[in-house]
DNA sequence: ATCTTGACCTAAT
DNA sequence: CATTAGGCCAAGA
């Protein structure tokens, strides 16, 4: 039973509809600042998990590189566009806007 | 059991 | 500027 990637899910369901964040930030915010790549790891293995919105993690450039790993091509980007979030080239505009950052919208992780 | 491959990111060269 | 190197560690072959 991995503790980080149930924190990691947790996180993600915080995520407000039509906000997004980043594989990196989760990381930081676990306080595992280098294993942001163990992040998109836990939503490959998200698909057991129904409550998780794994569409709302892009990686720190707001590109949607994990949309191969949805079912069709362009879900991942319906998702979004349907939370009110635009999408081009699979890059989202004005991710800065959108950008939800756990760090400041959360309280610190206790230690 | 070992080896490879990643939905990544930062710092150093 | 661009490129590399290192860290992370779960799955698939």
Redesign the pocket.
């Known amino acids: 039973m ?1 503790l ?2 149930d924190q990691v899910y947790q996180i993600v369901q915080k995520i407000p509809v039509g906000r997004i964040t ?4 989760i ?2 915010y676990l306080r ?16 057991n998990r129904p409550d ?1 919105p ?2 709302r ?5 707001g ?8 079912p069709g091509s362009k879900l ?1 980007q319906q998702l979004l566009e349907s939370e009110g979030i635009k999408v081009k080239n699979d890059q989202i505009i004005d991710f800065k806007e959108f950008f939800w950052d756990p760090n400041s919208a959360l309280p610190p992780l206790e230690i």
């Open positions: 991995s980080f990637f980043s594989y990196g930030a990381a930081r595992h600042p280098q294993s942001a790549r163990m992040v998109g790891y836990a939503m490959n293995a998200s698909h998780v794994a569409h993690v892009v990686n720190r450039n590109l949607l590189t994990g949309k191969h790993h949805f991942m």
